[in-house]
Nanobody
Framework: QVQLVESGGGLVQAGGSMRLSCAASIRTFSTYAMTMAWFRQAPGKEREFVTAISWSGGNTYYADSVKGRFTISRDNAKHTVYLQMNSLKPEDTADYYC???????????????WGQGTQVTVSS
């Protein structure tokens, strides 16, 4: 079983930066090969895809709304994935969720493992 724990959320002013982390508790060697992703859910809205990274880190995918501002990365030795968020906007305010799955996808059902989420609030 894989457990994902997000950290790094909080309050930041518009234009600022924040880094989220997602640490995976690894019980089997195969889990390091997971595609990792971040989704977010703003108040009153559905959860949406933000970004994903392949197990090797060689392929990354971004939602149009965050391209050029957010960067996903991973450290497989530490079983951790990161989300660096720059030039934050009030519309980035949401609960951010880390997810792990077998393949790179924009679709929630393709991810088998989910964290509990961390709240990010961007003030104007």
């Amino acid at each position: 079983q894989v457990q994902l724990v997000e950290s790094g959320g909080g309050l930041v002013q518009a234009g600022g930066s924040m880094r989220l982390s997602c640490a995976a508790s690894i019980r089997t060697f195969s889990t390091y090969a997971m595609t990792m992703a971040w989704f977010r859910q703003a108040p009153g809205k559905e959860r949406e895809f933000v970004t994903a990274i392949s197990w090797s880190g060689g392929n990354t995918y971004y939602a149009d709304s965050v391209k050029g501002r957010f960067t996903i990365s991973r450290d497989n030795a530490k079983h951790t994935v990161y989300l660096q968020m720059n030039s934050l906007k009030p519309e980035d305010t949401a609960d951010y969720y880390c997810a792990g799955g077998d393949r790179s996808s924009y679709w929630e059902p393709d991810y088998d493992y989910w964290g509990q989420g961390t709240q990010v609030t961007v003030s104007s």
